[in-house]
């Protein structure tokens, strides 16, 4: 899935690179050489920071196996499987949650629709 996103995201880049490089090379004037240099500059400098951003964003979104996020798929499951399968489907019948397991599952599905909001507003405080 990466190598699709850098690739796609490479592909204009790298073209606008060589596209610049031509265009010094073509360039017969002082000008048009430093105007060239310019345009280079400009694109590496936005290549660099594309990179960063999608590094950024690979940090920010974690793995897949954080014990918060497996909570998540655990509790997502068992509320899929109550819907579709006991409900929708009518194939079987779940027993209720009861006790801890009961808040458990109520804070994980608490945390997920709460979190972006508590992070929103930590986010307007800090400015």
Do not use: C
Not at 42 to 57: F, G, S, V
């Amino acid at each position: 899935m990466w190598m699709t996103i850098i690739s796609f995201l490479g592909g204009p880049v790298i073209k606008g690179l060589i596209e610049a490089y031509k265009a010094k090379i073509d360039a017969g004037t002082k000008d048009n050489k430093i105007a060239a240099d310019l345009a280079a500059g400009e694109i590496a400098a936005q290549t660099a920071e594309m990179q960063e951003h999608t590094r950024y964003r690979i940090a920010e979104l974690g793995y897949w196996y954080e014990p918060d996020k497996l909570m998540g798929y655990a509790v997502a499951f068992y509320i899929a499987k109550i819907l579709i399968w006991d409900k929708v489907l009518g194939l079987g019948s779940t027993d209720p949650l009861g006790g801890w397991i009961e808040t458990t599952a109520n804070l994980v599905v608490s945390f997920y629709f709460a979190k972006r909001g508590f992070e929103n507003v930590a986010r307007i405080i800090k400015r």
